[in-house]
């Protein structure tokens, strides 16, 4: 049962980043970072395609591979979070608590991604 679920949650995250990666709100990366660990525990047949596909090649091997990331693609992935969390802050509205929320968490993944996420040249 619980490959089974790992198995509809790898593919569905799989499917959203795809999409991510032509639709400019919708993340890429973390979709498919999620895709490989629900694979890498329900189907190695899965994770050994996944790995071979020109997305998770172009987004992930460096990364995956801790070489890290270029700096084409984190400015593209902090943009992207940059505009979902705006569209967030603005729904919003008056709720206060919601809006510092979310402006810690835009601060702390520009952190991450400026300082945790290796640069390296194409």
Same mark, same amino acid.
């Given at each position: 049962?619980?490959? !089974?679920?790992l198995l509809i949650l790898g593919c569905s995250s799989l499917v959203l980043g795809v999409i991510g990666a032509f639709v400019p709100l919708l993340p890429t990366v973390p979709f498919l970072?999620?895709?490989?660990?629900?694979?890498?525990?329900?189907?190695?047949k899965l994770y050994g395609w996944l790995i071979e596909t020109k997305i998770y090649k172009y987004y992930l091997s460096g990364y995956s591979a801790?070489?890290?990331?270029t700096k084409k693609q984190k400015i593209k992935i902090m943009i992207k979070t940059t505009i979902i969390i !705006?569209?967030? !802050? !603005?729904?919003l509205g008056e709720i206060l608590i919601g809006r510092i929320i979310l402006g810690v968490i835009w601060i702390l993944h520009l952190i991450y991604f400026t300082l945790g996420v290796k640069t390296v040249h194409a």
């Open positions: 049962m619980r490959k !089974i679920v970072l999620l895709s490989a660990y629900c694979f890498t525990r329900s189907s190695k801790d070489q890290g990331m !705006i569209i967030g !802050i !603005i729904m």
